[in-house]
């Protein structure tokens, strides 16, 4: 596994209403354009907050986290020649990735009923295995 650059391209498209009850309409942004849109999100942001001044409470975050998961052999060579579940390796990579973020056992991640499918194929993330990330 390898951390893996997004590159979101030179021109974006922006899709946005003039009024609540007009049309959307779609434009695209040169990175300039970008630049300046951003800009203006930033003093929305800064004028609604009064500079910080006002806590914004119910707000999220959205943080994208890329990575490219590869395998020695082809896919087709890793199912058949290895007898390996191509799936299960990306599920335990995926599952390290989000126990060193949310610094949460393996088993406070999973849904109760994927609990056993997935120590079953990847033990050593088990409970009592020390994986907690610290």
């Not at 609540?20 to 630049?35: G, M």
């Amino acid at each position: 596994m390898r951390a893996t650059i997004i590159n979101p391209g030179d021109t974006w498209t922006r899709t946005a209403q003039k009024g609540l009850l007009s049309a959307p309409a779609e434009a695209s942004l040169s990175a300039k354009e970008q630049k300046e849109e951003k800009n203006r999100a930033f003093d929305l942001l800064d004028a609604l907050s009064k500079s910080g001044a006002l806590p914004i409470e119910d707000a999220s975050l959205h943080v994208v986290i890329a990575a490219t998961h590869g395998f020695d052999r082809t896919l087709v060579d890793t199912v058949i020649q290895e007898n390996v579940n191509p799936i299960e390796k990306v599920e335990r990579s995926l599952m390290i990735v989000g126990t060193l973020i949310h610094r949460r056992a393996a088993a406070e991640l999973l849904a109760d009923d994927q609990r056993e499918r997935f120590f079953t194929a990847s033990p050593r993330l088990g409970p009592g295995a020390g994986a907690r990330a610290e």
